[in-house]
């Protein structure tokens, strides 16, 4: 058995909802004044386990796009954000990763794109992460039971 990370649940037909999990990427590529990107950083291994923390929490219940993953090789911006752009309009909810003082100007159009189509927006802050647990449950519900319907803009 090859392990994509999906979880195949046989004998059903169900169909988990989708979340796009946004985050800044751009920003870690940022050089230092000794060269080296912000991924060589300790705050980016701080930040980047508390992404993946974030991810395995919502794949516990749901099928979870996460543009860092989606492809690998040199970007094309082009062909990357097409691709992204089609995952988060069959979506049923965007998740926003922040971090304050770290600017996230694709993140943003993200969210953009999920309000303008009518897709539910949750924000989790870096910041929050000793809470990590209890925001999870706490969306997982609310993106479960669709609580967010009727109150969209």
């Known amino acids: 058995m090859i ?17 796009f999990l946004g985050s800044p990427i751009r920003h ?5 004044d000794n060269e080296k990107t912000l991924h060589e950083t300790d705050l980016y291994r701080e930040y980047a386990e508390f992404r993946d923390n974030v991810r395995e929490g919502l794949a516990k219940t749901f099928l979870v796009y996460s543009p860092h993953l ?27 990763l922040c971090m304050q003082g770290v600017g996230a100007e694709g993140t943003a159009r993200e969210r953009a ?11 989790c802050h ?10 999870v449950t706490h ?3 609310a993106i479960v039971e669709e609580r967010f319907k009727g109150l969209l803009p």
Do not use: C
């Not at 870096?126 to 925001?135: A, G, N, P, S, V």
């Open 3 to 19: 392990d994509n990370g999906a979880t195949e649940i046989p004998g059903t037909t169900y169909t988990s909802k989708v979340v």
């Open 28 to 32: 870690w590529w940022t050089k230092t």
């Open 70 to 96: 989606a492809v690998k090789g040199p970007w094309n911006e082009y062909v990357g954000n097409a691709i992204n752009n089609m995952a988060l309009l069959h979506s049923d909810a965007f998740v926003g």
């Open 113 to 123: 794109i999920a309000r303008a189509a009518n897709i539910p927006t949750f924000d």
């Open 126 to 135: 870096f910041e929050w992460r000793e809470q990590l647990d209890d925001w």
């Open 139 to 141: 969306i997982t519900a």
